[in-house]
Every structure is written in structure tokens, then in C-alpha cells.
């Protein structure tokens, strides 16, 4: 049974950091590429970030170098560190494996 599921979400203010982390069993790990992708009330679920099996990534064009997205295969862990929190940064951030399982979320709120 795949899992997916994630932590580290918070209230920060602007310009604060927040890591999330997103445990993953029941397939392996390793072989996949994984996503962060994130949803603000009232607008679609948008890519953050993805890295590929060999550790190669792309973020969204809002990053800006903000965000860094990382994996640990032995721990079967994905990583998303954030820094320079901006409040339109407020949403559930969510990871997904290649295969298209979801996990159920973590909000991210930063205050102004």
C-alpha cells in the first residue's frame, strides 16, 4: 500500500523558512521521480518542484530560487526547504510520486 505523507507545514511570517518533508512507503522509492506541487483556495494544484529518480530537478517559475527540493533514498524521504516565505507562498502543499499517488497535504500559511 503506497503512503505518502507529509509534515512540517506551519505559520510563518513573510520572509520566514519552513522545511517540509513527505515519508513515502509501499513502492519503491529510489525508482521514481517525486513532486511537490501546492493549492491555494480557489486556484488550480500547481508543480512547486520535481526531482527525478537520479536527482536531477525543475521548479515552478515562482520559485525564483527560493526553494529547494531534495531526496533521501535511504530514509525514502523527500525534502522541500523554502525560505523567503511569501504570504501568495500560503497553500497545502502536497507531494505525489511518479506513479500518481497523492499525499494528503500540509498547509503552509504565511502572514504579512
Known amino acids: 500500500q503506497v503512503q505518502l505523507v507529509e509534515s512540517g507545514g506551519g505559520s510563518v511570517q513573510a520572509g520566514g523558512s519552513l522545511t517540509l518533508s513527505c515519508a513515502a512507503s509501499?513502492?519503491?522509492?529510489?525508482?521514481?521521480?517525486m513532486s511537490w506541487f501546492r493549492q491555494s483556495p480557489g486556484k488550480q494544484r500547481e508543480l512547486v518542484a520535481r526531482i527525478s529518480s537520479s536527482g536531477t530537478s525543475n521548479y515552478g517559475d515562482f520559485v525564483k530560487g527560493r526553494f529547494t527540493v531534495s531526496r533521501d533514498n535511504a530514509e525514502k524521504t523527500l525534502h522541500l526547504q523554502m525560505i523567503s516565505l511569501q504570504p501568495e507562498d500560503t497553500a497545502v502543499y502536497y507531494c505525489k510520486n511518479q506513479a500518481g499517488h497523492w499525499g494528503q497535504g500540509t498547509q503552509v500559511t504565511v502572514s504579512s
Open positions: 509501499g513502492f519503491s522509492f529510489s525508482n521514481q521521480a
